[in-house]
């Protein structure tokens, strides 16, 4: 186990060294910079931008000097839009506002999700099965850029029961909204995840040698199906909830969160090397952290899978 | 804006705010007895204000602004020499009496001696100098450094460049409240530029002690009618009345929110439920019905922006488009109604010249073509096209990513195809790629937008001189050039700029499309909006709420 997570850790270095060097040299070859603007700038006004950001020097120079200070002062540099802020500023009040609503949503898609999925498998070809498989499909096919406006105009126009957007710090009636928006199409997937694998478990030999001993329904799904029907479903989930915890680009605009997902689209439409970066490593950071939970915990479904 | 005029506005303001002080003096705050001090219009209980901001501001550091959506936020917690009133004219902020000398060249500004940071130190003629210094600093690396260049202030573009130490830049402090500014030029407009963001004062002592997080709520030090609260990155910030500040007996909102929607649409939920005081801009193509259904909360005002299309005037652009005829030909055939009436119905006009039709002192010139039907205009332009003799003609007409631009676009190529049998390329960037594509003329024709810089005829029509770095079209007219060149040392330059709008019109040198209107939604209780400052600068300090 100590060696798994020691080798990980061990590929982990290169693969975000890799990640940092090819996302440097992709962000530079996107035509324009981030000091483009209608009005040409004058060259010393340009050349002093320039030097003041390191613009200045060779691609390479400015990589090492970019990695040089994350691995010394874990600093991500300023930000080149909001003049104001630094990458870690902005980072520092972004990403807990989506850690908050992604961390909910995950909740709320694995829950319902895996539940629906359940029911469906285990009432296959009844009503409630039809129920659920419809029910998970309107919502795959409601992307959250629609839903989002339609629940803006229900709860907050029609019903005045939450706000339209904000955060608050995270007080709940700013959290309800994103969290519905954010999950739906997670949980619809989650559903029909665990429904087909659980149909797969329940035709298995040893679901029937249980069934032929006798035991109830709930503890054959519950204690001998779920297990391992849940499978696919944790692969599945791994990069999910990196998503969905790195932040939502439409949530972020639709309800104003103030989350992490908005800065990124900005900075990358906006030239903001450092904030396209920042952004960049830590939702490749998360990638392969929760990558390697995944593979803990097949293991600790799975008998079979040792590290 | 002329010199003289300037001046009068200026004097009659400082009269009318020294009168509103005085009488502020007994009682303050002056509306404590709930009714309006100048109008007696009874006041609401609630006196704050919530509006919707598009985008988080990038910065509060009045020296490296460069954008307009910050520069609402700066204008409310800093205050410069002069500010504007409702209407755009000059009044007095911090310097309450300006003159000129060496045939404008030298400016001394007389500050007032009440005026005070948001920590109590008094606000001073070096505050403006170290600001002043500050934003041509190289080391300070302000994007916005050639806005100094443009003021003609001495050195600008040597302390820029680094080629002069900063404090020789043309400016000093006389003694604490006197400020000199000399300039390289005379222009005659430069105390309508002391208004923007670049030129306002700076705290010294705050900016060395905290760096670059000097503008942070817990730190930062300002002058205006409001001190900033709380910011919350791409969510909100508020602004709360600034104790301090000389004339706060006169201002009567208590708190200003400005919250970030980025949607237009869920920007119009939110105000219809009540989240907002004010909206802007209305989402594209609803203002009729709004006006329609809110004619007490939807407004249209003139807003200081030209929109065309540049022709490729360089040798990577299409031969067809050197000469003159077709270039005409292919504004003339632009049915300027049909997008305006039919598309934007926003309240914009339809624009056969460059300058806003609403800029200050500028008088309409005799447009030739604009007095003609549209019939005899695609008559004409028929008419030119064949006279030049072009074949087949595709276009690569350029334009950056917006539905908008893209339906404008498209209506425009299909009034070239239908009427003059003209082809058009389609293509569509995001903002920095086509900023891009457009600086390196990659293109025939580019949408292309200005706003002006300031309330003056020359911000737009300058863009057309040769050397100027958006003229991205690279038109180049030596008789433009000596002209506007010209305007700069007249007193009264409106005949120059009429001249030169005629000459642009003769030479097609660009397609003027349409002059911009502004739409807003505006709560109806809320008074003290500047409806009629075509730059739409707002002060906070300026409006209040009446009682229903």
Not at chain 1, 15 to 25: A, E, H, N, P
Not at chain 2, 291 to 308: G, I, M, Q, W
Not at chain 2, 526 to 531: A, I, L, N, V
Request: proline share 5%; hydrophobic share 45%.
């Amino acid at each position: 186990m100590i060696y798994f997570l020691l080798k990980r850790l061990a590929v982990a270095v290169p693969t975000l060294l890799i990640l940092i060097v090819v996302s440097y040299v992709l962000m530079y070859a996107a035509p324009g910079g981030p000091f483009d603007t209608e009005r040409t700038l004058p060259p010393e006004v340009m050349a002093n931008l320039q030097h003041k950001y390191g613009l200045d020097q060779p691609l390479a120079v400015q990589i090492w000097r970019y990695v040089v200070s994350i691995v010394t002062e874990f600093d991500f540099g300023p930000s080149f839009q909001y003049t104001d802020q630094s990458v870690n500023d902005i980072i520092e009040q972004g990403f807990p506002v989506t850690l908050t609503y992604g961390g909910w949503s995950f909740l709320v898609a694995v829950l319902v999700g895996v539940s629906l999925g359940i029911a469906a498998a285990v009432h296959h070809n009844t009503l409630l099965d039809y129920l659920s498989v419809g029910v998970s499909i309107g919502a795959q096919v409601l992307p959250n850029f629609v839903l989002a406006p339609i629940l803006t105009l229900i709860f907050t126009l029609w019903l005045a029961w939450l706000p339209g957007g904000g955060w608050q710090g995270g007080h709940w009636p700013y959290v309800i909204m994103p969290v519905i928006a954010l999950s739906t199409s997670f949980m619809a997937s989650i559903a029909r995840i665990t429904r087909s694998s659980m149909l797969e478990v329940l035709n298995a030999d040893f679901i029937r040698t249980a069934r032929a001993k006798g035991l109830p329904m709930w503890r054959i799904v519950f204690r001998h199906a779920l297990k391992p029907a849940l499978l696919p479903v944790i692969s599945y989930l791994g990069p999910a909830f990196v998503g969905m915890i790195t932040g939502s680009v439409v949530i972020d605009v639709f309800f104003a969160t103030g989350g992490i997902g908005q800065f990124f689209v900005n900075s990358a439409l906006n030239r903001d090397y450092p904030v396209i970066m920042g952004i960049t490593i830590l939702a490749g950071g998360l990638t392969i952290l929760f990558n390697t939970v995944v593979d803990l915990l097949y293991a600790w479904i799975d008998p079979r899978i040792r590290y | 804006m002329r010199a003289g005029n300037a001046r009068t506005t200026l004097i009659s303001g400082a009269a009318a705010v020294l009168a509103l002080a005085l009488g502020a003096g007994a009682l303050a705050p002056a509306w404590s007895a709930g009714v309006h001090p100048a109008t007696g219009e009874a006041l609401a209980d609630d006196q704050t204000f919530t509006y919707r901001l598009l985008d988080q501001f990038p910065t509060l550091d009045p020296q490296l602004n460069q954008d307009s959506s910050g520069f609402h936020v700066i204008r409310d917690l800093f205050e410069g020499l002069l500010s504007q009133d409702g209407d755009g004219n000059l009044v007095p902020g911090v310097a309450t009496a300006y003159a000129a000398s060496d045939g404008n060249t030298t400016y001394t500004f007389a500050l007032r001696k009440d005026a005070r940071w948001s920590n109590g130190d008094p606000v001073t003629a070096h505050d403006f100098v170290y600001a002043w210094r500050r934003a041509a600093d190289p080391a300070t690396a302000s994007p916005y450094g050639w806005y100094l260049e443009l003021t003609q202030i001495a050195n600008a573009a040597a302390v820029l460049a680094g080629e002069m130490a900063p404090d020789t830049l043309g400016v000093r402090a006389v003694d604490d409240h006197t400020l000199e500014v000399k300039l390289e030029q005379p222009l005659p407009y430069f105390p309508a530029m002391t208004t923007y963001a670049t030129l306002f004062p700076a705290h010294r002592a705050t900016i060395e002690a905290h760096g670059t997080k000097w503008t942070a709520p817990e730190n930062i030090v300002s002058n205006g009618a409001y001190t900033l609260e709380e910011v919350a990155l791409n969510e909100y910030h508020t602004r709360m009345k600034n104790p301090l500040y000389w004339g706060a007996a006169d201002v009567i909102i208590e708190q200003v929110t400005g919250l970030v929607i980025n949607d237009d649409n869920q920007a119009l939920t939110r105000y219809r439920a009540g989240e907002l005081d004010h909206l802007e801009p209305v989402p594209a193509g609803q203002f009729p019905a709004l006006k329609e259904e809110l004619p007490d909360e939807a407004t249209s005002v003139p807003r200081l922006c030209s929109y065309y299309y540049a022709f490729n005037h360089s040798e990577s652009g299409n031969p067809a488009l050197h000469d003159v005829r077709v270039r005409r030909a292919l504004s003339l055939a632009i049915d300027r109604d049909v997008i305006v009436d039919r598309l934007l119905k926003g309240g914009q006009w339809p624009a056969y010249n460059f300058t806003h039709l609403k800029t200050a002192g500028f008088a309409m010139p005799e447009i030739s073509y604009a007095a003609l039907g549209q019939a005899e205009r695609d008559a004409e332009a028929k008419r030119l096209m064949e006279a030049a003799g072009v074949g087949e003609l595709t276009l690569k007409l350029i334009y950056n990513t917006s539905e908008s631009h893209k339906q404008i676009a498209t209506v425009i190529g299909q009034m070239w195809k239908q009427k003059l049998g003209v082809a058009t390329e389609l293509a569509n960037f995001e903002w920095k790629t086509y900023i891009n594509i457009r600086n390196n003329q990659e293109f025939d024709v580019a949408r292309s937008a200005w706003c002006g810089d300031y309330n003056e005829a020359s911000t737009f029509l300058d863009l057309l001189t040769t050397t100027h770095g958006a003229n991205d079209g690279r038109y180049s007219n030596p008789r433009v050039d000596e002209l506007m060149r010209a305007s700069r040392t007249t007193q009264d330059p409106s005949a120059i700029y009429a001249e030169v709008e005629r000459i642009l019109a003769e030479d097609m040198a660009i397609i003027p499309i349409y002059h911009y209107a502004n739409t807003f939604l505006l709560s109806s209780d809320m008074r003290g909006w500047p409806y009629n400052n075509v730059e739409n600068n707002w002060y906070a300090r300026n409006l209040y709420r009446v009682a229903n």
